[in-house]
């Protein structure tokens, strides 16, 4: 006997088989098949042929891999008994619920154990949620559970997956399928810098416009692991997790983190729609829906820990004059915080910077019509702080651990620090009306523990639940805690602790893989970076940051005239565009010349769109090579027009028509030809605007 089931949206369709009572295993993944379609003849005609060398019949890659079913690759569960003993699980079929996508459930009679997978298609995202549940009848010690496992394609060469570091967050790698095993875990306790838990498997040919890819996202906030393993037989697979040994106790329930899952028949954008469409709309919750996306400054970069109320009231002055709409206050208010080496979790306001509190400050930012924000790093704590002094027994790891920065971490699993930390966070909310908090965690752990995850995420969702309308933050010495198991929780991250514009292009571009606009911050850094030492040109800073969710993050008192009239016309033109780009997909484009790095922000019916054409650095060739577009009705009209015409530098010294007119071409032009853009400098972009005049007859 044969069981099978089928997942569908208009994309793709996912079809799941079993004989007997195994585990099912994933059979068909990619373009809907019709809906007529004989499943099980689907089963049989997947099935490998046995030869020589082999057992006589291919152990099932099944959504859990069973070594004792005699699998040859990892395994989907690595568990011991309360006594230590190494189990060899054995699943058989118990039920299956379709209410709400499918749950399969399976049971191990004789090792006491359930083993419960989830799936749940979304028609509008094309993300299929999984999870995997295991169940126990006395407490167990869990090595590794996978979340579903999926089949990777096997008309692929290569995969796609991300590491990074401070001020250099997701960078691409692409490692070519081999016998063996693509293993990434993360040890540190949080996201992190270092690898990102996300994966796209791209068919061979792929490019970001064309060809098939599948797309993985693990979305937890803790260590993870990555398995991508070709067998020996050919066929390979991919499982995510937790890290190994994440959970230091015995328990009788385990579960996976959500692992988000798309197909997509339009190149590695329809996997970046896909996971951009389905944070911002599912799993972002967005205290006013329909607010638009207000300008940031943040006074980080113009005054560090050095806090002096008449020239943070100047500094506010200036920023609301440039366009700001929110002011945060970043580290430096409280305790004794005049460096990074004391007073965190002393959150109480420091009377030597603030002698009437932060009341005179924050009526100062709402006068000038800006809301507040305020920066907290709770999970963290200096030995030289008062609490530490008082509850040393609260920090996680031993007494002799390495320090980050000058810091330990509080342990999140104790209860008395959760409510410590709340009743310290919600009194600053209460006795001021905070709009934002910029939630830091600047280390990573001194051992990976599920349990702190856990721990974080309740205090979050305790201070969402008291405070629904103030918006979080997720930063992490920038990118280090990025996922959408944080992002059921906050509403942006800080995508780079890098203002480096040239950098911020690349990251930004590469995040946009699985992050919208709307979520993700970037911010108009100093004139010498910070962080780079690097000088750049402010009408590219400024483009750049309007790429995302736009803001300020230097000391304006350093900004010329010329500079405030860039500055200021550019936030001008994002407040402008806001209203549609905040739900505009990222379509990252396939460029003809290697430095320029370019996308295109276009609505979700295609009437309007806009492209970044970044050059981040200097063109082989003479003159730029046409830009392709893409996503555009192929026989309807567009009217095209440079949004930054007059940023022409004198040795663009040609007629190009776009410097001095609108033109109005056929999408098939714009995808096929592309557009050909005037000559510029290295570490400029173009802004190419597009609407819609005439639709195909």
């Not at 003159?623 to 009209?637: E, M, V, Y």
């Amino acid at each position: 006997m044969t069981r099978t089931y089928r997942l569908d949206d208009d994309r793709q369709t996912l079809v799941l088989a079993a004989r007997n009572n195994r585990l099912h295993e994933v059979v068909y993944w990619g373009p809907a098949l019709p809906m007529n379609e004989d499943l099980t003849t689907i089963h049989a005609a997947g099935a490998l042929d046995v030869t020589g060398g082999m057992l006589d019949e291919n152990p099932d890659l099944s959504i859990c891999p069973e070594a004792t079913r005699s699998f040859p690759g990892q395994p989907g569960l690595i568990i011991r008994d309360t006594d230590g003993t190494p189990l060899l699980p054995k699943f058989c079929f118990d039920s299956a619920d379709e209410t709400d996508g499918l749950t399969l459930s399976y049971s191990d009679a004789d090792n006491g154990l359930q083993l419960t997978v989830s799936f749940k298609p979304d028609p509008h995202t094309h993300i299929i949620t999984c999870q995997t549940t295991l169940d126990a009848d006395r407490p167990m010690h869990l090595h590794w559970l996978a979340a579903p496992v999926l089949p990777a394609p096997q008309q692929s060469d290569e995969m796609i997956d991300f590491s990074g570091r401070w001020c250099g967050e997701f960078q691409p790698n692409r490692t070519a399928w081999s016998a063996g095993i693509r293993y990434r875990e993360n040890r540190t306790g949080r996201t992190g810098h270092e690898h990102f838990p996300g994966l796209i498997v791209p068919c061979t040919g792929a490019t970001n416009t064309q060809g098939e890819a599948y797309g993985f996202h693990y979305g937890w906030s803790g260590g993870h692991r990555m398995i991508a393993e070709e067998l020996q037989d050919g066929r390979r697979q991919i499982q995510w997790g937790h890290a190994a040994r994440m959970e230091t106790t015995a328990a009788m329930q385990f579960k996976t983190a959500p692992l988000y899952i798309t197909y997509s028949d339009s190149g590695l954008n329809g996997c970046a729609v896909a996971f951009q469409r389905h944070l911002r709309d599912r799993i972002v919750t967005w205290p006013k829906p329909d607010a638009p996306r207000p300008v940031h400054y943040n006074c980080w970069e113009a005054v560090y820990f050095d806090h002096k109320l008449p020239v943070l009231k100047d500094i506010a002055d200036r920023a609301a004059a440039l366009g700001a709409e929110r002011f945060v206050l970043d580290d430096g208010w409280f305790g004794q915080r005049d460096d990074d080496t004391r007073s965190l979790s002393d959150w109480t306001v420091d009377p030597r910077k603030y002698p009437d509190g932060l009341g005179p400050l924050v009526d100062h930012i709402h006068s000038l019509g800006m809301t507040f924000g305020i920066w907290f790093e709770p999970e963290m704590i200096n030995e030289d702080s008062d609490i530490h002094r008082a509850n040393p027994h609260w920090a996680l790891g031993s007494e002799d651990q390495t320090l980050g920065r000058q810091q330990k971490a509080l342990n999140m699993a104790l209860p008395e620090v959760r409510d410590f930390l709340y009743d310290r966070m919600s009194k600053i909310l209460r006795d001021h009306d905070v709009d934002y908090i910029k939630w830091d965690h600047n280390r990573v752990l001194p051992m990976p523990d599920a349990a702190q995850t856990r721990g974080s995420y309740a205090l979050i969702d305790r201070l969402r639940a008291d405070f629904p309308n103030t918006e979080i933050e997720s930063c992490a010495s920038g990118g280090g805690r990025i996922d959408f198991g944080i992002m059921q929780r906050t509403q942006r991250v800080w995508l780079s602790d890098s203002n480096d514009a040239l950098e911020r292009l690349r990251i930004q571009h590469d995040a946009a893989l699985f992050l919208p606009l709307s979520v993700t911050g970037s911010h108009v850094g100093p004139r010498i970076c910070h962080t780079s030492g690097r000088v750049l040109d402010i009408s590219f800073r400024a483009w750049v940051a309007a790429q995302r969710h736009m803001g300020f993050e230097m000391d304006p008192r350093e900004l010329d005239a010329h500079e405030i009239a860039v500055l200021t016309e550019v936030t001008t033109w994002w407040k402008h565009n806001r209203h549609w780009m905040q739900k505009a997909d990222i379509l990252r484009l396939d460029s003809a010349d290697p430095a320029v790095i370019a996308e295109q922000h276009m609505t979700q019916n295609g009437d309007q769109f806009v492209v970044f054409a970044g050059k981040s650095a200097t063109s082989d060739q003479i003159s730029p090579r046409p830009l392709r577009l893409t996503g555009l009705a192929p026989d309807a009209t567009y009217k095209i027009s440079l949004a930054n015409r007059t940023s022409a530098p004198a040795l663009s010294r040609g007629n190009q028509i776009l410097k001095s007119s609108e033109i109005e071409v056929s999408g098939t032009y714009l995808m096929h030809h592309g557009l050909t853009l005037p000559w510029t400098f290295p570490d400029r972009m173009w802004v190419i605007e597009g609407t819609l005049i005439k639709d195909a007859t």
